[in-house]
């Protein structure tokens, strides 16, 4: 018995050697089926609310649905070859038309690429007149560079939404 421990000891070795690189390897197969499990849940439930709200949904959005869309800045960042519309439900609201969608976008390229995921409501309608403007969530960089001068309006009646969203536009008053 003495002599089999001595003997067994690189067999468990070499098999625990082996084991890291399944185990690696398991951790990527069950990251990539969890991501593709919750971007499934994602489109259901875009599309569960396009049919409720009687709109159409799209799994791959269409960018010439959407007029003027290179006027829209958010629609010039990143590398062109990246943009890409998904989950789109449009329709129309009090005669306007009406889109929402998950846009992404990269930025940089190689270790320096950086892919941007997010959520946009477009309407467009002759009966509202909205200004120019953009609304974001507000991080420490946007609350640094308010004291520069960085334009944030904000609402004195709404202290807990200036404090979370950085709206900028060209006409405070309006």
């Known amino acids: 018995m003495d002599r089999l421990i001595p003997q067994l000891i690189p067999l468990l070795f070499t098999g625990l050697i ?75 609201v009090d005669g306007g038309r009406a889109a929402v969608f998950d846009y992404t976008y990269v930025t940089g390229g190689g270790k320096n690429s950086q892919r941007h995921n997010l959520t946009v409501a477009y309407f467009q309608s002759n009966n509202l007149r909205l200004p120019l403007f953009s609304l974001r969530p507000e991080n420490v960089f946007h609350k640094m560079f308010g004291a520069f001068g960085y334009q944030d309006i904000d609402f004195a009646n709404r202290p807990e939404f200036s404090k979370r969203y950085l709206l900028r536009g060209q006409d405070e008053q309006n």
């Open 18 to 92: 082996g084991l890291v690189p399944l185990l690696f390897i398991g951790f990527f197969v069950w990251m990539f089926i969890r991501a593709r499990k919750k971007a499934e849940e994602r489109r259901l439930m875009f599309q569960q609310a396009a049919q409720m709200m009687g709109w159409a949904f799209m799994p791959v959005g269409n960018f010439a649905m959407i007029p003027n869309i290179a006027s829209y800045y958010l629609f010039t960042m990143g590398n062109a070859y990246s943009r890409k519309i998904e989950n789109m439900m449009y329709g129309t």
